[in-house]
């Protein structure tokens, strides 16, 4: 059969505004969590983390959100920045199968004038 | 601190021919993992090592594909013959514990 590439989600927003990405990850074992930029012709790029042990963690204008309940992650970056345009990525992992990492598909974040 | 080195950046070959990717690590970190990014199925770990141990090769695709890690400060992936569906941007990350994995620059591989 046809082989469909995979669809990212886009998000669109204007210079200025906040902006929310959305993850949902399934497996209910992982404790440890990464948000991934990913800009185009480069490699992705480490953004911030949490631990399941937490359920809010700030860094530089991004903020990740981790509701355990609902198996929800979500980014938050403040003031979005047209150099904010990327690929962006939620990663998940138990921390007992010695840090191997599980993505997301991603979802592709556009910023407008 | 350079971050991940990979070579080539960019890799051109034709069907049937060995390929070989090269990847340095962080200095200090002790796990190692080959990605491969393709439109059709996004990111994939293919291979990842610990202390230069491979831990989890689930994710090579098949016997044409092959990696080492000779030392903490050096790894291969290697595929032999190559075939056009190997054509993907692969990229080798490093960490150290439970850090968050630091991704090289990918090497774009196309095979004609």
């Known amino acids: 059969g046809e082989s469909v590439g995979l669809h990212l989600p886009t998000l669109s927003v204007q210079e200025g505004d906040n902006s929310i990405i959305n993850c949902a990850y399934s497996?209910?074992?992982?404790?440890?969590f990464i948000w991934y930029k990913q800009e185009s012709g480069k490699g992705p790029q480490f953004i911030i983390d949490i631990r399941s042990n937490m359920d809010k963690r700030q860094g530089q204008r991004v903020t990740v959100l981790l509701n355990k309940t609902v198996k929800h992650l979500s980014l938050q970056i403040a003031a979005t920045q047209p150099g904010d345009s990327a690929v962006y990525f939620c990663a998940e992992s138990n921390t007992g199968t010695a840090s191997k990492l599980t993505f997301g598909t991603g979802t592709r974040l556009q910023v407008t004038l | 601190d350079a971050g991940v080195i990979q070579s080539p950046r960019h890799e051109v070959t034709e069907m049937g021919q060995e390929v070989t990717l090269r990847c340095k690590p962080i200095s200090g970190h002790n796990s190692l993992f080959w990605y491969r990014q393709t439109m059709m199925r996004g990111l994939e770990l293919l291979i990842y090592f610990n202390n230069n141990v491979p831990i989890d090769d689930s994710g090579m695709p098949e016997d044409r594909f092959s990696a080492k890690m000779p030392n903490a400060s050096f790894s291969t992936l290697k595929i032999q013959p190559s075939e056009p569906r190997d054509s993907a941007v692969y990229f080798c990350?490093?960490?150290?514990?439970?850090?968050?994995?630091?991704f090289g620059p990918g090497t774009r591989l196309t095979v004609l």
């Open positions: 497996n209910s074992a992982s404790d440890y």
């Open positions: 990350a490093s960490s150290l514990g439970l850090a968050g994995e630091f």
